[in-house]
């Protein structure tokens, strides 16, 4: 979030006609930012607080089940577990043979070391985790589309924002598709993804007004 800002301050300093008018209205809009910003945080930890502690994983029949409050239910059967991946910040990872039947344990789940052993009877873990490419940097892919996202609003040169311009509109395509499909992302994260259209709207109307307008040298 804060990258995110500090992005759209940048760009709009860039942009601007008139500097100095922008630099007067700060002192103004900063604080209002950040009053934003913190609202906003309080109000997703709190969700993500009753997301947490209404987790519940089960065994029975065969049968792996994860269930949590305003989320996809999650069932796998044993035969159907692909991998079991341990990771590093102790959470556990459990796939089947769907893509999206994916189970995300939390470290700090109750019996933990009761369900190592449960789960290790069903099959063995797995030292390394066959996440594709996008999932495994995502982190890195989010700073890239910040990136991609200054070029397309800052940079005058039509190569690089078409080139910059194409990727970021493939990114947030993907980025919607993903969240959508998700079985681990709660309903009102995926509604909140909508807004990525008007962010895409407004990345190609900006391609296209700089591609067919007259480019500054």
């Not at 940079?155 to 969240?179: A, D, H, P, Q, R």
């Amino acid at each position: 979030m804060l990258i995110a800002v500090t992005a759209g301050i940048v760009i709009s300093s860039i942009n601007s006609k008139d500097k100095s008018a922008d630099i007067n209205v700060w002192p103004y809009v900063i604080p209002l930012i950040a009053a934003s910003l913190g609202f906003g945080l309080y109000r997703g930890v709190n969700r993500q607080k009753r997301l947490f502690e209404s987790y519940t994983l089960t065994f029975s029949n065969n049968l792996i089940t994860r269930e949590q409050l305003n989320t996809p239910t999650i069932s796998i059967y044993f035969n159907d577990i692909k991998e079991i991946v341990k990771n590093r910040n102790g959470s556990i990872t459990i796939r089947g043979k769907n893509v999206t039947d994916v189970i995300s344990v939390p470290s700090q789940i109750e019996d933990y070391s009761q369900l190592q052993d449960t789960l290790t009877q069903i099959k063995s873990f797995s030292t390394k985790s066959n996440d594709h490419f996008l999932e495994k940097y995502r982190g890195i892919i989010s700073l890239l589309t910040i990136g991609l996202m200054l070029s397309v609003y800052t940079v005058t040169n039509k190569i690089i924002v078409v080139l910059s311009g194409t990727l970021l509109v493939g990114l947030m395509i993907w980025s919607l598709f993903e969240v959508r499909r998700s079985k681990n992302i709660d309903s009102k994260t995926k509604r909140g993804m909508w807004w990525v259209l008007l962010v895409l709207a407004s990345v190609i109307a900006v391609m296209i007004m700089k591609l067919t307008g007259q480019q500054k040298t």
